[in-house]
């Protein structure tokens, strides 16, 4: 199997908006299309697609954003944010495909990128109970900072500087 990180093309969205409608358990966590495309306008060169073999088995969708703070779910992007943060927005594996390293490769990916860009740290806010993949992968939890209610009752904002995220044989894969 050929796998391939790339960057989003226009005939990608649809299959990106289906992964992110497979991906969570809980509708209010669903964005769709626009505001998905939103977060990647705001930052094209951070948002990837997992392609193997010609077909699209995952996603990741990162902007700057000002640390401590993460986008509003039910509105689109509107500014591009000045910021030496990169904020990890949304990661989606395939379900079948979960558990085989996929995620824990696209994080490396895009923590290349961030610190090729001269991003200092990331930050995201773990749902559906994935706090432990995020720890694994160099990520802390920061318990005050405020999370909006659209993201769950479990959410968690957590960040890494990028230099100290683990190599690829210290993080296991939970996605």
Do not use: Q
């Not at 000045?82 to 490396?108: A, E, I, M, Q």
Request: net charge positive.
């Amino acid at each position: 199997m050929r796998h391939l990180v790339r960057g989003i093309a226009e005939a990608d969205w649809p299959r990106v908006a289906a992964l992110e409608g497979e991906a969570y358990a809980d509708p209010a966590l669903t964005e769709g299309e626009e505001l998905l495309r939103s977060r990647a306008r705001a930052s094209a060169g951070t948002c990837f697609v997992l392609d193997l073999d010609g077909r699209i088995e995952g996603y990741v969708l990162a902007l700057p954003y000002p640390p401590l703070r993460c986008p509003d779910l039910a509105h689109p992007e509107r500014a591009v944010h000045r910021t030496r943060n990169l904020h990890l927005h949304d990661l989606v594996v395939s379900p079948p495909l979960r558990g085989r390293g996929l995620g824990t490769r696209l994080v490396r990916h895009l923590t290349g990128v961030a610190r090729t860009r001269g991003f200092a740290t990331m930050s995201l806010v773990a749902v559906g109970g994935k706090e432990a993949f995020w720890r694994a992968n160099g990520y802390r939890a920061h318990p005050t900072a405020a999370v909006p209610p659209d993201y769950g009752g479990d959410a968690v904002y957590m960040s890494a500087r990028v230099a100290a995220v683990p190599r690829p044989h210290e993080a296991r894969e939970a996605v």
